[in-house]
């Protein structure tokens, strides 16, 4: 002991059981991410909670970065601008490549109603994809209470409505329709999820009406966009996201001009029919271009693929 002062004392005894804590947290510190490395390779329940995790929070990380600068603006529609931007960018870190079909048809100089399938809260990375300037979504009121995300789209103009409050909701979108009468020269836009709520698959869900009486009220066109199904590459139910390729495709406008209340079940019924029709069309024409794709690679790796009239921007 007198050779080593202090060495086996009560302190000593201490500070080398600290040594040996430290030295297994810091070995913790690396085996934690590399064990979490390891999990997100083999488990693809794992990688898909840590993709929608990062969806949240990338949603969340923008709406407060970005809600003080859109605050200087107050609420305007303009800053729908910084909201599309701060989310183009998700599609590349998943890999998802968009085909955008018919995008030509969105310039049109007046106001007009978009109406898009909605499967999943992905639908976002799409929608910012084709939409146009000017033009708001209409979502459901409780995204209003997501703290800075609900400022983020009430600062962008986002129109709330409550689905389960149907004359509140109408007399939200009669206003609304009455906002786009007005905007005419400056062009409001509106873009509706006509089936209410998200439905995965590769199917629709009958439409709410609500958007149809928007477009005959404000006697505007609509517009309809079909998202190509994320089977592929996506499923909440199966826990599963992986790398893949989207379709938009925009189909021609549907006129309103001269149509009255009554004319509104026809209406949405028949363009229900076009977009469904649309949807199986996309959704085996996709299973045939992946097919087509794994025969090209097979044989001619890197072999140019024409698209026709599709606008493709992937990673
Ligand atoms: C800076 C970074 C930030 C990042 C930040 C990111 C976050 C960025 C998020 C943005 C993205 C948002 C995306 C959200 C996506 C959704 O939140 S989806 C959910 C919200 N959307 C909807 O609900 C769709 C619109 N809903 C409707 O239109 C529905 O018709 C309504 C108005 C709610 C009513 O619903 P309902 O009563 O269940 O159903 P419905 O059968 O349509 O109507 C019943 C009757 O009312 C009549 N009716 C309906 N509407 C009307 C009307 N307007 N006038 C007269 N009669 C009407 C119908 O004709 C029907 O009567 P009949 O014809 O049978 O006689
Ligand atoms: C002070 C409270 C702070 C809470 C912070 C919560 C953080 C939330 C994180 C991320 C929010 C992401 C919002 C993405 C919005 C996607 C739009 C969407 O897909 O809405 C679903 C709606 O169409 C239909 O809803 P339902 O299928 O009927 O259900």
Redesign the pocket.
Known sequence: FQEFPGGWSGSSLRGGTMDLLLLLLLHGLLLLPLAALLLYRCSSTFQYLCKMAFFNCW?VA??T???PF?AFRGRSVE?MK??RA??LPLKRFYGIRMRVRGSERLQLPGPFVIVCN?QASL??IG?VEVIPDRCV????RE?LYLGT?GW??WL?G?IF?E?HR?DA??GV??RT?GTMRRENVSRLCVW???????NPGRSMLP?????F??AV?AQVPIVPIVISPYCDFFSSKEKRFTSGTCTIQVLPRVETRGLS?KD??KLTESVWQAMAKALAEMSMSDHGDQDTEQLQLGEDRGSPQGQGDTAESSK
């Open positions: 949603i923008m709406a970065l970005l809600s859109a800053n910084l909201l701060s989310l909605h639908d976002l929608m979504p209409i979502a459901k995204l995300v983020a789209c962008s986002i409505i689905r149907r909701a109408i979108i009669s329709a509706v999820f006509p089936e209410g709520t998200r439409f709410k009406r609500g958007a009486h928007l009220q209340p509104v079940p």
